[in-house]
């Protein structure tokens, strides 16, 4: 019997194609709509602090007139952790943030904001949000996790996915699945993401104790060709076939 993994779809970038001309065309709106009609579990969107693609209101917008489960990337700070209380997503993810970066380049680094993750910790859980860290598959830091009471991670692929010969692949894909085992073992609800695409989906989505995978640039990118929809349901059949 397959084990069901959870499909999360990152719309940041439909927002991206938005603001390059202003306006709101193509709208975050109808895309949420999109996702949901095509049976994927939940939506994610980062809300970045200099607002280059997600902005708060398409959150409010999508919370009131779209009745899919909310996954909000936000970095660590306090008026992220604001906006996330006021929002009441399903889940928040926090993500480690750079401006100068194109994109998440690796794993939070629990170390240095444990303090203001424990300070907040109670008010998510009065709220009934799920709190997940986006984290390298890195042992110390799942540990660092367990310890202040974190129970979800969800872990970076980007390594796995950007690895170009099969010694690299084989390597991050163990590393991986080794860090997902551990942090099963231990009580953590894992998640994982960044990267992947319907060519590299199916191993990581075969580790059993996954219970989510969010996927975005890819999916907008190929919906371009094929089709927001189909492209999402053609993802989630790759994930279910490799649940088998």
Same mark, same amino acid.
């Given at each position: %019997? %397959?084990?069901?993994?959870?499909?999360?779809?990152?719309?940041?970038?439909?927002?991206?194609?938005?603001?390059?001309?202003?306006?709101?065309?193509?709208?975050?709106?109808?895309?949420?709509? @999109?996702?949901?009609?095509?049976?994927?579990?939940?939506?994610? %969107?980062?809300?970045? =602090?200099?607002?280059?693609?997600?902005?708060?209101?398409?959150?409010? =917008?999508?919370?009131?007139?779209?009745?899919?489960?909310? *996954?909000?990337?936000?970095?660590?700070? =306090? =008026? %992220?952790?604001?906006?996330?209380?006021?929002? +009441?997503?399903? /889940?928040?993810?926090?993500?480690?943030?750079?401006?100068?970066?194109?994109?998440?380049?690796?794993?939070?680094? @629990?170390?240095?904001?444990?303090?203001?993750?424990?300070?907040?910790?109670?008010?998510?859980? *009065?709220?009934?949000? $799920?709190?997940?860290? !986006?984290?390298?598959?890195?042992?110390?830091?799942?540990?660092?996790?367990?310890?202040?009471?974190? $129970? $979800?991670?969800?872990?970076?692929?980007?390594?796995?996915?950007?690895?170009? $010969?099969?010694?690299?692949?084989? !390597?991050?894909?163990?590393?991986?699945?080794?860090?997902?085992?551990? /942090?099963?073992? @231990?009580?953590?609800?894992?998640?994982?993401?960044?990267?992947? *695409? !319907?060519?590299?989906?199916?191993?990581?989505?075969?580790?059993? +104790?996954?219970?989510?995978?969010?996927?975005?640039?890819?999916?907008?990118?190929?919906?371009? !060709?094929?089709?927001?929809?189909?492209?999402?349901?053609?993802?989630?059949?790759?994930? *279910?076939?490799?649940?088998?």
């Amino acid at each position: %019997m %397959m084990k069901y993994c959870k499909l999360g779809v990152n719309i940041d970038h439909v927002a991206t194609i938005r603001n390059a001309r202003g306006g709101d065309h193509p709208g975050l709106l109808r895309a949420a709509e @999109i996702v949901k009609r095509a049976n994927a579990d939940s939506v994610t %969107m980062h809300l970045r =602090e200099d607002r280059r693609h997600i902005v708060d209101n398409d959150l409010f =917008e999508i919370k009131k007139n779209v009745n899919i489960p909310i *996954n909000l990337e936000i970095a660590p700070t =306090e =008026e %992220m952790i604001s906006i996330s209380l006021s929002l +009441q997503p399903h /889940s928040v993810c926090f993500v480690p943030e750079r401006r100068e970066e194109l994109t998440t380049e690796g794993g939070l680094d @629990i170390f240095s904001c444990s303090k203001i993750i424990s300070k907040n910790l109670l008010l998510f859980k *009065n709220k009934k949000i $799920n709190v997940t860290c !986006f984290i390298d598959p890195d042992l110390e830091q799942i540990k660092a996790l367990n310890k202040l009471g974190v $129970n $979800n991670i969800e872990f970076h692929t980007g390594k796995y996915a950007s690895s170009q $010969n099969k010694n690299d692949i084989d !390597f991050h894909f163990q590393e991986l699945k080794y860090a997902i085992e551990f /942090s099963d073992k @231990i009580g953590i609800n894992c998640h994982a993401g960044h990267g992947l *695409n !319907f060519s590299n989906v199916s191993m990581v989505a075969s580790i059993k +104790q996954i219970k989510e995978l969010n996927i975005g640039h890819f999916l907008i990118g190929e919906s371009i !060709f094929c089709g927001l929809e189909d492209t999402i349901i053609k993802m989630r059949e790759l994930i *279910n076939v490799a649940r088998l």
